[in-house]
């Protein structure tokens, strides 16, 4: 559970076999950024892998719910991938199979440095 207040964070309290988690970043109307993404992420793996824990009940801090994605924060990680996209080619097995129903899954990976 890393961040400051004033970047936003999602908290979680554990009370007997409840997870409470908490979207604490009510100054941006408790926007998602990135980190938050990873908070929540962590939180429902733990509620996930505890048996000790029976339900999870997620709330926020402050007068609003969610606004969504922080798009500012967000918006890096969306050019990153993009710039992946396109310095990445698909290999022709994939794209010849793209089509068929009983064609198999094809990944593309991007590599660290067409990342950047």
């Known amino acids: 559970m890393s961040g400051s207040a004033s970047e936003g964070r999602v908290r979680h309290e554990r009370h007997d076999r409840i997870l409470k988690i908490v979207i604490d970043n009510p100054a941006k109307k408790n926007a998602f950024s990135p980190e938050m993404m990873t908070e929540l992420s962590d939180a429902l793996t733990l509620l996930d892998n505890d ?42 097995d994939c794209r010849s199979a793209a089509g068929s129903r009983s064609s198999r899954r094809c990944r593309v990976s991007c590599s660290p440095s067409a990342s950047r």
Do not use: N, Y
């Not at 339900?55 to 918006?75: E, H, I, N, Q, R």
């Not at 990153?80 to 290999?91: E, G, H, L, Q, Y």
């Open 51 to 92: 048996d000790g824990l029976w339900v999870g009940v997620l709330c926020a801090a402050g007068g609003s719910f969610t606004a969504g994605l922080d798009m500012p924060k967000s918006s890096v990680r969306r050019r990153r991938a993009s710039r992946c996209r396109r310095a990445t080619s698909i290999p022709s």
